[in-house]
């Protein structure tokens, strides 16, 4: 059964931005909705929104899943800044920069995973969100572009960091300087995601909904200490991150979620989680 994204345990937080909560699961939808024109944009009110609502989730999911609604999200609202008069602009700008930081490390802070369901095309700033979940899962059919260049702007909302840690320094400055679509295959063989869905709408909802589900079930905060590991592999010296490995492992190690797994491996059952 598809996840009901209009209707069940609903929270709004903006115009814009919605939770759609599960409580039987553990997984919650964060929806970033398109507008009247059905353009998905964002500003510096409705990205505090998605970081209101990551708080408001922050005890209570064992998965989030980011999704935008017609297009993951083609990045700030630019025609809002256009009607902006120059002088204003950069710190219009500078705004939105600023409410995307702290929602790109509120999601980073999350102990539960974080999955970037992408249907259409995320673009821009939308794509620097994606690349901020810990797994992208994108229809056949949608497509990444990074977009800044074209416009003449450069990259923010962590794009390049992220993008450059997925492919590495060549590709990424390739993406950056030469904006383009990436189609799913594409993102595929670049590392970005692992994951294609096909399939009609209903059928990408269930499948995200499923491995949504899936990973609600794991030992979330053994989750949390993963993504420290993982970001510290590709910024620390190997000795430096050897000695991180073992300090969150003894920490892991004296936790109530790893007697579960410990007593449900050795007596061959499925673990319950917390």
Not at 2 to 27: A, W
Not at 165 to 171: E, I, K, M, S, T
Request: charge should be negative; glycine fraction near 6%.
């Amino acid at each position: 059964m598809s996840p009901d994204l209009t209707n069940g345990e609903t929270r709004r937080y903006h115009e814009d931005v919605r939770t759609n909560i599960d409580p039987d699961t553990g997984v919650a939808w964060l929806v970033m909705e398109a507008d009247e024109n059905d353009v998905n944009t964002f500003t510096a009110t409705s990205v505090d929104a998605l970081t209101d609502a990551v708080t408001d989730l922050k005890d209570e999911v064992q998965c989030l899943v980011l999704y935008g609604e017609n297009d993951f999200s083609v990045g700030a609202d630019l025609v809002g800044i256009q009607d902006t008069p120059q002088e204003l602009r950069p710190p219009k700008i500078d705004n939105t920069a600023a409410a995307s930081n702290r929602f790109i490390q509120a999601l980073r802070s999350l102990d539960a995973p974080v999955v970037a369901a992408i249907e259409g095309t995320a673009a821009g700033g939308g794509l620097g969100f994606a690349l901020a979940c810990d797994m992208i899962v994108m229809h056949e059919e949608a497509s990444l572009n990074t977009a800044y260049a074209r416009i003449g702007l450069t990259p923010d909302n962590g794009t390049p960091f992220f993008l450059t840690r997925a492919v590495g320094p060549y590709r990424a400055r390739d993406l950056l300087f030469d904006p383009r679509p990436i189609a799913a295959s594409e993102a595929k063989n670049l590392g970005i995601t692992d994951r294609i869905l096909m399939g009609s709408h209903t059928e990408f909802l269930d499948e995200t909904s499923e491995l949504a589900v899936r990973l609600a079930k794991g030992p979330t905060d053994v989750y949390g200490k993963i993504k420290l590991l993982v970001d510290s592999a590709s910024q620390s010296q190997l000795d430096d991150h050897l000695e991180f490995e073992r300090d969150m492992i003894r920490t892991a190690s004296e936790s109530n979620t790893f007697d579960e797994g410990l007593n449900a491996f050795v007596g061959k059952r499925e673990p319950e989680w917390d």
